[in-house]
């Protein structure tokens, strides 16, 4: 059973740089395309990033491009989400989602999700 973990959250000011990790608590998440969502108050859970299985493809969000970096830490075994130059609308509980069946920006394509780590940047 996938059991996703995210970790790395925190509270920063405007233009820091965080590092969430997602790990697979069971097995090993390099098995899997994962993506990053996040959900800020009242809003709906949005796309933020994609790796593919094999770390060759990856998507981001329009608003994340060029400020976020999605990749594979094949050494220890988890799929990391490098934030620079952080901005306050970037403030939400980040989750990572595996088990994709359908389209990689779309939440209900995923069936395994982890309970999520709240980011929060304060200007």
């Known amino acids: 059973q996938v059991q996703l973990v995210e970790s790395g959250g925190g509270l920063v000011q405007t233009g820091v740089s965080l590092r969430l990790s997602c790990a697979d608590s069971?097995?090993?998440?390099?098995?899997?395309?994962v993506g990053w969502f996040r959900q800020a108050p009242e809003k709906e859970r949005e796309f933020v990033a994609y790796?593919?299985?094999?770390?060759?493809?990856?998507y981001y969000e329009d608003s994340v491009k060029g400020r976020f970096t999605i990749s594979r830490d094949n050494v220890k075994n988890t799929v990391v989400l490098e934030m620079n130059s952080l901005k306050p609308e970037d403030t939400a509980l980040y989750y990572c989602?595996?088990?994709?069946?359908?389209?990689?920006?779309?939440?209900?394509?995923?069936?395994?999700w982890g309970q999520g780590t709240q980011v929060t940047v304060s200007s």
């Open positions: 989602a595996a088990c994709l069946r359908g389209t990689y920006y779309q939440p209900a394509s995923y069936n395994c």
């Open positions: 069971g097995r090993t998440v390099m098995y899997y395309d």
């Open positions: 790796v593919s299985r094999n770390g060759g493809t990856t």
